[in-house]
């Protein structure tokens, strides 16, 4: 499969295909980031394959117990590199694959992905996950040029990373949702073919449950496949919309939550499955609202005073809390015609809203579906509290200067 000049494999014969394309490239020089796991399940081989060839591999194995993509691990790659690192390759899942992509930007050198599990979808995407300064930053770099997923590497990848790529693209049932709300509601961009090729990545992980679940060589090449597609559609559409939402700030707030108090870090998919069954209660609630109430609602809406909102995000965010202020500035200097035509719009086009309401499907569905892979769907099996949860739906919507159902519930006072 080959797109976006993205050239992707996934099978038994994977690494035989990257060094075919290696060699169909001309390329023979290689600087190989991977951790200690990572390096041990799969790049040890990579390294070995092209070093057969006669090719230079520099081998960058981070080590430590929790690897972050943060600034310090960031310099670390970079300082390893050296100045001509050639074409790195990423040998890992999410972590290490946001790693590579942002330092084979900042080289100016191409990356080809190599994913030794299918825990997440961001391999394809153009924007690497970044913290910076205990926020969580998608910062703008390049697609990998290629990605070799050996089926068997993923096969034998830990159950709960498999569980979270699952969880991973269940999330995007609830993100698909606040696109097209996102889209009715401020007009932002929205492509359907876009949305539709992740709804049908979506339908194929689901219907490829069973195999997910026993790591059967159909099923997991059907996960991979829904990953790097919904990876595919976010490099598309430019920015993660088609592939993520409100359950993804969720998901980024407990990330940042976990940092902050040192406590161990928690899967992606893992939280983004949770979280969509949380969204989804929300959309189901939006549901369930009569038309009168709505109108009284709407009437009695305020707009949310500036500096309250700010103070609110300043207890939320200790770490940085101005980086948040600055991405919510066009929601904090709303002035009152703006909201009042906001409202007009919301009451205008709610029989649309509920439309979009009533194709999430309800928690129970996304509570099945997570428990078919052994999926986590509470935060109490992930070491989060109910009080996190809470804080979770009430400040998660900061983090993003997008509009979502957290967005929308927050200006009509919807959860109180
Ligand atoms: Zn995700």
Known sequence: MSENNLTYQCGETALQEAVAFCQANDFHRFTLVSDTNTHAVL????????????????????????????????????????????????????????????????????????????????????????????????????????????????RQAPKTMIAA??????????????????HLIMDDPYDAAIAARVEKALQICIDHREGINLATPPGINGLMNGLVESGICMSLAGNSRPASGAEHHLSHYWEMLLL???????????????????????????????????????????????????????????????????????YLSMTENEFSSLKKIILRKWKKIVEIAAAVPPPEKIISLLQSVKAPIAVSEIGLSKQDEIDALLYAHYLRNQFTILKLGRFLNLWD
């Open 260 to 330: 902050r108090l040192r406590r161990p870090a928690v899967l992606h998919g893992a939280k983004v499955g949770i979280s969509a069954v949380l969204i989804s209660e929300r959309w189901q609630q939006l549901h369930s609202l009569k038309t009168g109430e709505i109108k009284r609602r709407l009437k009695n809406a305020c707009i949310p005073p500036s500096q309250k909102e700010q103070e609110i995000i300043e207890k939320a965010f200790p770490t940085n809390p101005n980086m948040i202020i600055q991405g919510q500035s066009n």
């Open 43 to 154: 790049g040890k081989r990579v390294k070995e394959l092209l070093r057969a060839q006669n090719w230079a591999v520099h081998t960058i194995v981070l080590e430590g117990q929790e690897i972050i993509a943060d600034v310090a691990t960031l310099n670390e790659v970079l300082a390893h590199s050296g100045s001509d690192p050639g074409v790195y390759l990423a040998v890992g899942s999410g972590t290490i694959t946001d790693i590579t992509r942002y330092c084979s930007h900042q080289q100016g050198s191409p990356f080809i992905s190599l994913p030794t599990a299918p825990s997440v979808d961001g391999f394809a995407s153009a924007n690497a996950s970044i913290v910076v300064r205990g926020n969580k930053e998608s910062v703008p770099c390049l697609p990998p040029i290629a990605i070799f997923a050996d089926l068997s590497t993923l």
């Open 165 to 182: 790529g699952f969880g991973d693209m269940i999330g995007k049932f609830t993100a698909l949702a606040d696109w097209k709300l996102a």
